[in-house]
């Protein structure tokens, strides 16, 4: 099992910044992707950005030029600087990862942080 715990959201002016945190922990073998999806009431989870073990990125077109997705060295920690930040950006942010046991590979999530931009 692995746990993500996510810190940072907030209410925030329109213009502002925020940056997001997420830890995994547990019983961690090797962790591939980590990212950020965001979701509003009846509406569809959608991807913010995601980064690989690698490094390499990928971001919703909404937020390109805005956020910036980045994993710390030892890659089970994964960050989400948002800037000019939008009405539009209110949602509950959710950390993901996909972790490989060794076997198989797992997605987990986190418990979700508000982040309320106001016009």
């Known amino acids: 099992q692995v746990q993500l715990v996510e810190s940072g959201g907030g209410l925030v002016q329109a213009g502002g910044s925020l940056r997001l945190s997420c830890a995994a922990s547990g019983n961690i073998f090797r962790i591939m992707d980590m990212g950020w999806y965001r979701q509003a009431p009846g509406k569809q989870r959608e991807l913010v950005a995601v980064i690989n073990s690698g490094g390499s990125t990928n971001y919703a077109d909404s937020v390109k030029g805005r956020f910036t997705i980045s994993r710390d060295n030892t890659k089970t920690t994964v960050y989400l600087q948002m800037n000019s930040l939008k009405p539009e950006d209110t949602d509950v942010y959710y950390c993901?990862?996909?972790?490989?046991?060794?076997?198989?590979?797992?997605?987990?999530w986190g418990q979700g942080t508000q982040v309320t931009v106001s016009s």
């Open positions: 993901y990862c996909r972790h490989y046991s060794g076997a198989w590979l797992t997605d987990y």
